[in-house]
């Protein structure tokens, strides 16, 4: 599967942003999705989760309640929609797909390329 990442941009502080995450294949229902996001000089780190039914989901602490994931596999799209953005929100977010269903970066096989998001305070 193929992933491509967009949707980032400049928002102020309080603002709101929508990711999203488009899969190429037919099998895009097999997989579970994840966000993870990298800031300058820090290590890439988990943001949301999404099984592949989409009935499960899984958020950092640091997102929890202001960040909603959803996916529409008629679609081969996963959606990430980020509210009350903070300054430390800022990085460049990544999506990536994988059998498993979890928050280990590395156990996911798939990734698509970032897309920055950048919260000015």
């Known amino acids: 599967v193929q992933l491509q990442a967009f949707g980032g941009g400049l928002v102020q502080a309080g603002g709101s942003l929508r990711l999203s995450c488009a899969a190429s294949g037919p099998t895009f229902s097999s997989y579970a999705v994840g966000w993870f996001r990298q800031a300058p000089g820090k290590e890439r780190e988990f943001v949301v989760a999404?099984?592949?039914?989409?009935?499960?989901?899984y958020y950092a602490d640091s997102v929890k309640g202001r960040f909603t994931i959803s996916r529409d596999n008629a679609k081969n799209t996963v959606n990430l929609q980020m509210n009350s953005l903070k300054p430390e929100d800022t990085a460049v977010y990544y999506c990536?797909?994988?059998?498993?269903?979890?928050?280990?970066?590395?156990?996911?096989?798939?990734w698509g390329q970032g897309t920055q998001v950048t919260v000015s305070s």
């Open positions: 999404i099984s592949r039914s989409g009935r499960n989901t």
């Open positions: 990536a797909a994988d059998v498993t269903y979890g928050s280990n970066q590395y156990e996911y096989d798939y």
